[in-house]
């Protein structure tokens, strides 16, 4: 009796290569007879029944061996990473200069993160200041290897300038492997007592220098969009290193002020300016209130119409990973998650909340690796009029 057979792709029920047994392609004997002890080959009859091809039997088992060899143990993949950290060097990069805010968390996380990785490495921090930090970026996605060795701390404004077709951008922000943010930030538009603007109405009246660490920088980009949508007169001044020049520049008279400065870096980096009542806090750059700044304005209650309101979202929407902390792209998926991992634990850490407060450093509400990709994957779904328009004031000169 010959046994009808039909298609199939389950290997439990034994595929038959094409041109092996009867028929075209892949496929299954519906019911047979029990296998003969010493099988033939494929094809061939004994005593009128159908040898049940253990070839095919073979295969299948094979190939469910090789698939649940291919799935590492936790125990295995824990033991891997450790074994990489155990003797490596984890570089941490900023691209900003020593005692500037971005280089106070960095360095903060460095006293840390190393005890929460397997293999306890030593963590190295390395300024890497140059282009408002974008060199710094760049390097991190076109230089730095791909292992799980090097760790950066940008500034959250970089990761927007691909969508606005910055040229020297030379990255993609969404393949970056991040770990998270130490927390949700508030940048604010400043000026020095002395400067005779102590307002955002004022800042309407006459013109105010404001000091920018570079074209690609948030301090430089910031202002103009203050200009175009509320009428202010902020001009901007390039050639910074950083904020801490910036704040030295303020205290000698050569700038009126400074748009982008966070509230946590103020109170860190230059907490005599508020012992001392030396600066106005005329604004609040960001989506919602800090607690601390109740009376101080907040940007988006200042918008006109919907369509400012979208480009202050887009604008000022990435502070809530205030402080990100990311990987190069490529990272073997077993150290990103352990880096994730200890991330996250070191955020928890009571020794490292301690040491943040002894430094002025606002680490609370911090959030997951998940929740930055989360963030970045709106802002680059925004609508293409909206990114063009607030481009185009980004350029204007």
Same mark, same amino acid.
């Given at each position: ?11 439990? #029920? ?8 009867? $028929? ?5 004997? !519906? ?16 005593? $009128? ?47 900003? $200069? ?71 951008? #030379? ?19 400043? @000026?020095? $007592? ?41 001009? @901007? ?89 990311? @990987? ?25 909340? !301690?040491?943040?407060?002894r430094n002025g450093l606002e680490a609370e509400g911090p959030i997951t690796g998940a929740e930055v990709d989360e963030v970045l994957r709106d802002i680059y779904a925004t609508p293409k009029p909206i990114v063009q ?9």
């Amino acid at each position: 009796m010959r046994l009808k057979a039909r298609p199939s792709n389950d290997c439990g #029920r034994l595929p038959l290569p094409k041109g092996e047994g009867w $028929g075209e392609g892949l496929q299954t004997i !519906d019911r047979f007879d029990p296998p003969h002890p010493h099988p033939l080959p494929v094809g061939e009859r004994v005593s $009128g029944r159908a040898v049940v091809r253990f070839r095919a039997l073979h295969k299948c088992s094979a190939l469910a061996i090789i698939l649940l060899l291919s799935f590492p143990s936790p125990a295995a993949a824990q033991s891997s990473v450790e074994s990489f950290y155990k003797d490596q060097r984890v570089r941490m990069l900023v691209g900003y $200069g020593v005692g500037t805010g971005n280089d106070l968390y960095l360095r903060l996380l460095a006293r840390h993160i190393g005890k929460y990785i397997p293999g306890k490495p030593p963590m190295v921090p390395e300024n890497m200041p140059g282009a408002g930090g974008i060199v710094m970026f760049n390097h991190l996605y076109n230089v730095a290897p791909r292992d799980g060795s090097v760790i950066a701390h940008p500034s959250r404004s970089l990761v927007t300038e691909p969508l606005y077709g910055n040229q020297q951008a #030379r990255y993609d922000a969404l393949k970056f492997g991040w770990f998270g943010s130490i927390n949700r930030d508030v940048a604010t538009c400043i @000026t020095w $007592g002395k400067s005779g603007i102590a307002s955002i109405e004022d800042a309407k009246r006459r013109e105010v220098a404001v000091g920018s660490t570079g074209a690609s920088a948030e301090s430089n980009y910031f202002p103009k969009l203050l200009n175009a949508v509320l009428g202010t007169r902020f001009k @901007t001044v390039l050639g910074y290193p950083d904020s801490g020049a910036v704040g030295i520049a303020m205290e000698r008279g050569e700038l009126d002020g400074y748009c982008s400065f966070t509230w946590a870096a103020i109170k860190s980096a230059r907490p005599n300016w508020l012992t001392n009542k030396q600066i106005n806090v005329i604004l609040q750059l960001s989506m919602a209130k800090h607690p601390e700044l109740p009376d101080v304005p907040l940007v988006a209650d200042l918008a006109r119409d919907e369509a400012s309101r979208q480009i202050f979202t887009l604008a000022f929407g990435a502070q809530k990973m205030g402080r990100p902390v990311a @990987t190069t792209p490529g990272v073997p998926p077993e150290r990103l998650a352990a880096l994730r991992q200890a991330f996250d634990a070191a955020m928890r850490d009571p020794s490292f909340q !301690d040491d943040a407060r002894r430094n002025g450093l606002e680490a609370e509400g911090p959030i997951t690796g998940a929740e930055v990709d989360e963030v970045l994957r709106d802002i680059y779904a925004t609508p293409k009029p909206i990114v063009q328009r607030y481009e185009a004031i980004r350029n204007e000169r």
